[in-house]
């Protein structure tokens, strides 16, 4: 049986990231580029005032030194004359410099009378100055590929003056939640029956993920049901089931992917939860089966399916970023297995602690509520004390910390 290091490496080399397309800027928020970017001018598009103040050449003046006002000069105004020796020109935050300023003061920084200011300190040249081209040159490389698109992305696009974009879709995800014991949301379950939780927990982290939703429903324990859903969930680019994946006399799904071509890339993983996964591509589609007890299906979709959706949208950095945390109480080895320990994140004084969730049964939906954090415990591990420093998968961030 694959470790989880073997099986994840398996899908890391599978998965390639969706052909790019072009959209509009505004669009592009939350894609990934998948070209480079260069600037398309100078920017600022010239020497420009960063205060409201006063603009004039500098030629070692001191404080109270005395210059005339010949001019005003707002912001986006263009085409003013040179200003003169022994002159200064107001003028706002953004607007251009006249030819022959090269220093500003700002206004609280001189008195005005009689058309005249004096300064009240002595000024350096080049004060307040924002010089043409500072941030950015024309064709000056703006962002390499691979780039996630956050609102700062977007802002400096537009200030370089970028329309439209290639990036990676978002993936369009098609969910099939397998099992004759499954019910609708909405339906009363007979005894013996559940709610489908699994899709519902699925559908959110997709959505959070940026995904497109397409879900086929409930698929009975039949291979005619299962293989219908299973083409019509071929045609998005990654199908995901949960349910049907063991060694049960109605577990069939890869008995019934194997009807549209499926290429294993493995099935089962040496871990807990989720040992039942099974992973491949049917039709070129990646296809993720996931165990039906919900823990299960949480913590294979976070270890296995979202790096992989990740990829597919053209992400560099697939696997979830990791933290060092100290351990708030002690967790038990011996174990065959990797363990997968679900937990909450605490920050006391500038630390972070992981409290395990006093749940973690695989069939329990309580064990994924509130759950930030997935603590790996090595198969054999003799186990690990209370206050020990360790490493957790981060699935959410905790607040005020980025990665």
């Known amino acids: 049986m694959l470790s989880y290091l073997e099986a994840i490496r398996i899908v890391l080399d599978t998965i390639r990231p969706l052909p790019p397309v072009e959209v509009a800027l505004p669009l592009a928020l939350g894609r990934v580029l998948a070209a480079p970017l260069s600037a398309a001018w100078d920017l600022p598009p010239a020497d420009n005032s960063a205060m409201d103040g006063y603009a004039f050449a500098y030629s070692e003046q001191s404080a109270g030194d005395r210059l005339q006002v010949s001019g005003f000069v707002p912001a986006g105004s263009a085409g003013q004359p040179p200003t003169a020796a022994g002159q200064a020109v107001k ?4 607007a251009s410099l006249p030819a022959g300023c090269d220093t500003v003061v700002p206004i609280e920084e001189v008195a005005e009378h009689d058309g005249q200011i004096q300064l009240k300190k002595e000024p350096k040249q080049g004060n307040h100055v924002r010089r043409r081209g ?22 400096l696009m537009a200030a370089a003056g970028i329309e439209r974009v290639q990036v990676h879709p978002a993936p369009k995800v098609a ?16 005894p013996g029956q559940i709610v489908n939780s699994n899709f519902h927990l699925l559908s959110a982290r997709l959505r959070e993920e940026g995904c497109e939703v397409v879900p086929l429903g409930i698929a009975r324990d039949t291979a005619d049901d299962l293989s219908a859903k299973i083409e019509e969930g071929l045609n998005s680019d990654m199908l995901i089931s949960t349910g049907g994946v063991s060694m049960g ?24 939860p989720g040992k039942p996964v099974l992973f491949g591509t049917a039709c070129g589609t990646p296809v993720f089966g996931l ?18 959706l990740r990829l597919l949208a053209g992400h560099r950095d697939p696997l979830p970023p990791r933290m060092k945390v100290t351990l708030t109480e002690a967790i038990s080895g011996g174990e065959k297995r990797q363990r997968f320990i679900w937990g909450v994140l605490e920050e006391r004084h500038g630390r972070y602690f992981f409290a395990p969730s006093s749940r973690q049964g695989s069939g329990q939906n309580r064990s994924i509520q509130g759950a930030q954090a997935l603590l790996p415990v090595d198969a054999g591990s003799d186990g690990i004390c209370e206050g020990a420093e360790v490493e957790v998968l981060l699935l959410r961030m905790p607040p005020g910390r980025t990665i």
């Open 249 to 272: 006399d109605r577990d069939h799904v890869q008995e019934t992917l194997g009807r549209h071509g499926f290429e294993i890339g493995f099935w089962k993983a040496a871990i807990k």
């Open 291 to 308: 165990p039906g007890n919900p823990a299960a299906s949480a913590a294979t979709f976070e270890l296995f399916a979202r790096p992989a």
């Open 175 to 190: 969910v099939l939640s397998t099992g004759d014991e499954l019910v609708e949301l909405g339906d009363i379950p007979d």
């Open 134 to 155: 500072e941030e950015l040159t024309r064709g000056e490389p703006l962002l390499p590929a691979g780039t996630p698109i956050h609102s700062g992305e977007l802002s």
């Open 91 to 94: 003028i706002m935050t953004g």
